[in-house]
């Protein structure tokens, strides 16, 4: 029996919650899963029905490919597993249509439905249009959600007659708004805006924020003055969904003309809109706002409040922002004058340095930590002696701040201090030091791979108080054999996060225990493991270790479709040509919700003339009609050459489809390589669509934040 | 700790902007296009130069730069060595198309876009020129 990690367990059964479309018990799959991967917990059923129930799910899905009539007469317990139905990909789509017209349990219909949508297979769409008819809510939700993943403007006729139904329940309304906004076609568009200038009758759900959500996904296809005006009304209203989601596309847009319209939501009652007001304006850099923002600077009562009023102030006017933080940072409430601190720390300006200085010598020590934290963050060499006066002083985190600036400032000159101060062990008669106050400074040391922090860092590790990513730069900047070991150690323990790790330190016997834990895992079934421990060979494998992996092919835990993945994914890596034509089979024939994933585990393959053979597949396919397909084979690209690759991704970000533009934002977001931060921002310099434009900076934003 | 909505610091100081502008237009590069642009030929010569950079303080003050420094479309690629500074003692390679720029014309417009401004000797050559 194939079993999974205790988390990961819990991750299944939480996403079993959220995901009511499926009501088809299915179980979990892991590695990395996509954000909308369908994860769905099986129904338990009696202990003795479970096998006969298994067998007969067997037999159903091996009749799927060959039998469009396969799914007509099943039942909820019945139908197979969801990681099953969508590894058949499209072999499965005419038994889920059949499915979805003649099966008589609701159930059953809905979560066809949701394969069809997985799957993606535009082949799909007339019956799924038809389906809109179906008797029971809950199954034309389904049918709505399954046609918004397959975005096609042959689609809007029928969502619009379903949607013009009075009697059609709300949820389905709102469901087909966003449906139509994913199909981004101006006759979608037409219909959005008519509801988003409706006003709801009385009794009547407001389906206007779903409307202008819907009308966002769409934005590429209005002009840019209709969508301002849109946006300028949706400002102007009293519905706070609605308000807010205007204010978030404010910012996005950063068009001065909705200054008039922002202004006077910085005293909303709502507090997210009053924020997300000020951030737009702070974004739209118009002087108009200046003097309104400059009169709220210092009334504010809240630290976010003045956060964002300071940060469009500072791009609106240096001089008065400056000025106007004066006052605050005199205020007579201490938690005033620590908030002034904490912002002029953010802005990282030189100009704040006079005023965080008499802040040091505060009467509040919180004031005083705040404005050494903000020195720090400044880095500006001349708070260095107000701040060195700070390292004797009794108050225990005040001295770890200024320690922390010091040291910010200063760089390895000060690791001494850090070290000697906040990690070293005390001498008896000393209080020890705080657990987390070492662990802070060890993380700080191991950054610039100080090595009177491995033995702190390497247990910090092993006892899960630490994670691989925040000591990654140290263990490779560590040459010492003990850390190698360490990590396999853990490894070896169950630590799979460690997995990347382990392969890029290569610690001596890391290849037989890596292949002996894969024939391990795979004969016993544990998924997760046995995947990191066939990336671990992939990765340091060689010709034995490769006969090894080819023996595990006849497992029976091979049949789990990600395992095999990895698996052909290893073998390719290890010189087995027919295991990348196995790779590309997969590639054409997946579920469209998994190529993410698939490219993924494909694009972490670094062997040159792997990866040349496969560049000349994955190219043709970028140019297919696919574009799930063709943008997952660039993606794939994107990691071994993002040179070469983004050109593909950069021209869906400008697609007419709201699909295509969706998927190569999430995977230009993803990609680590900081090589395609800079390729964004050569692109955004360069684009003159204002709606493109947008979404580079977007991208660039998220990417900062994920970082 | 105070929340923040979001990040938006001054993204490139304007002055130096319009410090950079003439460089642009002189190297005769309209700074923007309505075709998706083509990568130069894997033929065409490349050249780079390495610098080590301070930059004004400021959030975004590396996107700044590369922001600036890319409205010239014959620098190819701006590569940004990790280092411990944000925005000042920073190293990084710009990589031009030689036939459309000197390397004094790329000086020019990093000196322009950045605080201070430091020629360094070139790395060895790695292959990854394209």
Request: contains cysteine; hydrophobic residues 45%; positive net charge.
């Given at each position: 029996m194939k079993t999974r990690s205790p988390r990961r367990l819990l991750a299944a059964i939480l996403a079993a919650a959220l995901l009511p479309t499926l009501g088809a018990a299915v179980r979990a799959v892991a590695d990395e899963p996509e954000p909308d991967e369908p994860v769905v917990a099986r129904a338990a059923g009696k202990a003795g029905s479970k096998a006969a129930s298994a067998a007969t799910r067997q037999k159903v899905l091996a009749a799927m490919p060959g039998d469009a009539t396969a799914l007509i007469n099943v039942t909820g317990r019945e139908l197979p597993a969801s990681p099953d139905i969508l590894a058949l990909g499209r072999r499965g789509t005419p038994a889920l249509l059949r499915c979805l017209a003649d099966n008589a349990d609701e159930g059953v219909r809905r979560g066809c439905a949701a394969f069809l949508g997985y799957i993606g297979d535009r082949s799909a769409l007339p019956a799924l249009r038809a389906a809109l008819?179906?008797?029971e809510p809950s199954v034309r939700r389904s049918v709505v959600l399954a046609l918004e993943r397959i975005p096609?403007?042959?689609?809007v006729d029928a969502l619009a007659k379903l949607f013009a139904r009075k009697d059609e329940d709300a949820a389905v309304r709102a469901d087909v708004l966003r449906a139509l906004g994913a199909i981004g076609h101006k006759s979608a568009v037409a219909i959005l805006r008519k509801q988003l200038a409706r006003k709801p009758e009385a009794g009547e759900e407001d389906l206007r924020p779903e409307a202008f959500k819907a009308l966002w996904r769409s934005r590429h296809v209005m002009s840019r003055d209709t969508l301002i005006g849109d946006v300028a009304d949706a400002l102007d209203n009293r519905n706070d969904a609605l308000v807010l989601a205007a204010t978030f596309a404010a910012a996005e847009l950063r068009a001065p003309r909705l200054t008039d319209k922002l202004v006077p939501l910085m005293d909303h009652g709502n507090a997210e809109i009053r924020n997300k007001a000020v951030y737009a304006l702070g974004l739209i850099g118009?002087?108009?706002a200046e003097k309104a923002l400059l009169v709220k600077l210092p009334t504010v009562r809240d630290g976010r409040m003045l956060n964002n009023i300071a940060f469009a102030l500072e791009r609106l006017d240096r001089d008065g922002f400056y000025a106007s933080i004066r006052q605050v940072a005199a205020h007579k409430q201490a938690i005033i004058r620590l908030n002034a601190a904490f912002v002029l720390g953010d802005v990282r300006r030189p100009e704040g340095l006079p005023l965080l200085e008499t802040a040091l010598v505060d009467p509040s020590d919180l004031v005083k930590t705040n404005a050494a934290v903000a020195l720090g963050k400044i880095g500006d060499p001349r708070a260095l002696p107000s701040l060195e006066t700070l390292v004797t002083t009794q108050n225990p985190s005040l001295r770890e701040e200024a320690i922390h600036a010091i040291f910010a400032i200063e760089g390895k000159k000060r690791a001494d201090l850090l070290h000697d101060e906040l990690l070293a062990e005390r001498k008896p008669g000393v209080p020890p030091l705080k657990d987390a106050v070492r662990r802070r400074a060890a993380l700080a040391l191991g950054r610039i791979g100080d090595t009177r922090a491995r033995e702190y860092l390497l247990t910090c590790l092993e006892v899960g108080r630490c994670r691989p990513a925040q000591i990654d730069t140290y263990v490779h900047a560590d040459k010492d054999a003990s850390v190698g070991g360490r990590l396999l150690l853990d490894w070896t323990r169950g630590q799979e996060s460690l997995t990347a790790l382990v392969a890029d330190l290569r610690p001596a016997g890391a290849l037989p225990v890596a292949t002996s834990a894969a024939e391990s895992a795979v004969s016993r079934g544990l998924i997760d493991s046995a995947e990191s421990a066939l990336d671990l060979v992939g990765e340091l494998g060689d010709g034995p270790a490769r006969e090894r992996l080819d023996r595990?092919?006849?497992?029976?835990?091979?049949?789990?479709v990600w395992l095999e993945i990895h698996a052909q994914t290893a073998l390719a890596r290890l010189g087995e040509v027919p295991a990348e034509a196995q790779l590309l089979g997969r590639l054409d024939t997946l579920a469209a919700v998994w190529l993410p994933r698939l490219a993924g585990v494909v694009g972490r393959i670094k062997e040159k003339e792997v990866r040349d053979r496969l560049a000349v597949e994955l190219i043709k396919r970028e140019k297919g009609d696919d574009t799930g397909i063709a943008l997952a084979a660039a993606a794939i690209r994107l990691d071994w050459d993002p040179e070469g690759a983004i050109g593909r991704l950069l021209e869906a970000l400008a697609s007419p489809q709201v699909k295509d533009r969706d998927l190569a934002e999430r995977y230009l977001v993803r990609a680590r390589d900081p090589k395609v931060t800079w390729l964004l921002r050569r692109a955004l310099a360069r684009e003159d669509r204002a709606d493109v434009k947008d979404r580079l900076r977007s991208l660039l934003d998220r990417r900062r934040d994920e970082k | 700790m105070p929340r923040r909505t979001g990040v938006h610091a001054l993204v490139v100081n304007p002055r130096r902007l319009l410090l950079a502008a003439p460089l642009v237009f002189s190297l005769g590069?309209?700074?923007?296009?309505?075709a998706p642009e083509v990568p130069a030929p894997a033929s065409e010569p490349r050249a780079v130069v390495r610098l080590r950079v301070d930059l004004d303080r400021a959030q975004d003050c590396e996107e700044a730069f590369d922001l600036a420094l890319y409205?010239?479309?014959?620098?190819?690629l701006v590569a940004w060595e990790p280092g411990p500074g944000h925005c000042t003692e920073r190293t990084l390679t710009v990589r031009y198309l030689a036939g459309r720029a000197s390397r004094e014309d790329v000086l020019r417009a990093a000196a322009a876009a950045g605080a201070k401004v430091t020629p360094l000797p070139e790395l060895p050559e790695t292959g990854d020129r394209r």
């Amino acid at each position: 029996m194939k079993t999974r990690s205790p988390r990961r367990l819990l991750a299944a059964i939480l996403a079993a919650a959220l995901l009511p479309t499926l009501g088809a018990a299915v179980r979990a799959v892991a590695d990395e899963p996509e954000p909308d991967e369908p994860v769905v917990a099986r129904a338990a059923g009696k202990a003795g029905s479970k096998a006969a129930s298994a067998a007969t799910r067997q037999k159903v899905l091996a009749a799927m490919p060959g039998d469009a009539t396969a799914l007509i007469n099943v039942t909820g317990r019945e139908l197979p597993a969801s990681p099953d139905i969508l590894a058949l990909g499209r072999r499965g789509t005419p038994a889920l249509l059949r499915c979805l017209a003649d099966n008589a349990d609701e159930g059953v219909r809905r979560g066809c439905a949701a394969f069809l949508g997985y799957i993606g297979d535009r082949s799909a769409l007339p019956a799924l249009r038809a389906a809109l008819e179906d008797w029971e809510p809950s199954v034309r939700r389904s049918v709505v959600l399954a046609l918004e993943r397959i975005p096609d403007a042959g689609s809007v006729d029928a969502l619009a007659k379903l949607f013009a139904r009075k009697d059609e329940d709300a949820a389905v309304r709102a469901d087909v708004l966003r449906a139509l906004g994913a199909i981004g076609h101006k006759s979608a568009v037409a219909i959005l805006r008519k509801q988003l200038a409706r006003k709801p009758e009385a009794g009547e759900e407001d389906l206007r924020p779903e409307a202008f959500k819907a009308l966002w996904r769409s934005r590429h296809v209005m002009s840019r003055d209709t969508l301002i005006g849109d946006v300028a009304d949706a400002l102007d209203n009293r519905n706070d969904a609605l308000v807010l989601a205007a204010t978030f596309a404010a910012a996005e847009l950063r068009a001065p003309r909705l200054t008039d319209k922002l202004v006077p939501l910085m005293d909303h009652g709502n507090a997210e809109i009053r924020n997300k007001a000020v951030y737009a304006l702070g974004l739209i850099g118009d002087k108009t706002a200046e003097k309104a923002l400059l009169v709220k600077l210092p009334t504010v009562r809240d630290g976010r409040m003045l956060n964002n009023i300071a940060f469009a102030l500072e791009r609106l006017d240096r001089d008065g922002f400056y000025a106007s933080i004066r006052q605050v940072a005199a205020h007579k409430q201490a938690i005033i004058r620590l908030n002034a601190a904490f912002v002029l720390g953010d802005v990282r300006r030189p100009e704040g340095l006079p005023l965080l200085e008499t802040a040091l010598v505060d009467p509040s020590d919180l004031v005083k930590t705040n404005a050494a934290v903000a020195l720090g963050k400044i880095g500006d060499p001349r708070a260095l002696p107000s701040l060195e006066t700070l390292v004797t002083t009794q108050n225990p985190s005040l001295r770890e701040e200024a320690i922390h600036a010091i040291f910010a400032i200063e760089g390895k000159k000060r690791a001494d201090l850090l070290h000697d101060e906040l990690l070293a062990e005390r001498k008896p008669g000393v209080p020890p030091l705080k657990d987390a106050v070492r662990r802070r400074a060890a993380l700080a040391l191991g950054r610039i791979g100080d090595t009177r922090a491995r033995e702190y860092l390497l247990t910090c590790l092993e006892v899960g108080r630490c994670r691989p990513a925040q000591i990654d730069t140290y263990v490779h900047a560590d040459k010492d054999a003990s850390v190698g070991g360490r990590l396999l150690l853990d490894w070896t323990r169950g630590q799979e996060s460690l997995t990347a790790l382990v392969a890029d330190l290569r610690p001596a016997g890391a290849l037989p225990v890596a292949t002996s834990a894969a024939e391990s895992a795979v004969s016993r079934g544990l998924i997760d493991s046995a995947e990191s421990a066939l990336d671990l060979v992939g990765e340091l494998g060689d010709g034995p270790a490769r006969e090894r992996l080819d023996r595990l092919r006849a497992a029976p835990a091979m049949k789990d479709v990600w395992l095999e993945i990895h698996a052909q994914t290893a073998l390719a890596r290890l010189g087995e040509v027919p295991a990348e034509a196995q790779l590309l089979g997969r590639l054409d024939t997946l579920a469209a919700v998994w190529l993410p994933r698939l490219a993924g585990v494909v694009g972490r393959i670094k062997e040159k003339e792997v990866r040349d053979r496969l560049a000349v597949e994955l190219i043709k396919r970028e140019k297919g009609d696919d574009t799930g397909i063709a943008l997952a084979a660039a993606a794939i690209r994107l990691d071994w050459d993002p040179e070469g690759a983004i050109g593909r991704l950069l021209e869906a970000l400008a697609s007419p489809q709201v699909k295509d533009r969706d998927l190569a934002e999430r995977y230009l977001v993803r990609a680590r390589d900081p090589k395609v931060t800079w390729l964004l921002r050569r692109a955004l310099a360069r684009e003159d669509r204002a709606d493109v434009k947008d979404r580079l900076r977007s991208l660039l934003d998220r990417r900062r934040d994920e970082k | 700790m105070p929340r923040r909505t979001g990040v938006h610091a001054l993204v490139v100081n304007p002055r130096r902007l319009l410090l950079a502008a003439p460089l642009v237009f002189s190297l005769g590069c309209a700074p923007s296009a309505h075709a998706p642009e083509v990568p130069a030929p894997a033929s065409e010569p490349r050249a780079v130069v390495r610098l080590r950079v301070d930059l004004d303080r400021a959030q975004d003050c590396e996107e700044a730069f590369d922001l600036a420094l890319y409205r010239n479309r014959a620098v190819e690629l701006v590569a940004w060595e990790p280092g411990p500074g944000h925005c000042t003692e920073r190293t990084l390679t710009v990589r031009y198309l030689a036939g459309r720029a000197s390397r004094e014309d790329v000086l020019r417009a990093a000196a322009a876009a950045g605080a201070k401004v430091t020629p360094l000797p070139e790395l060895p050559e790695t292959g990854d020129r394209r």
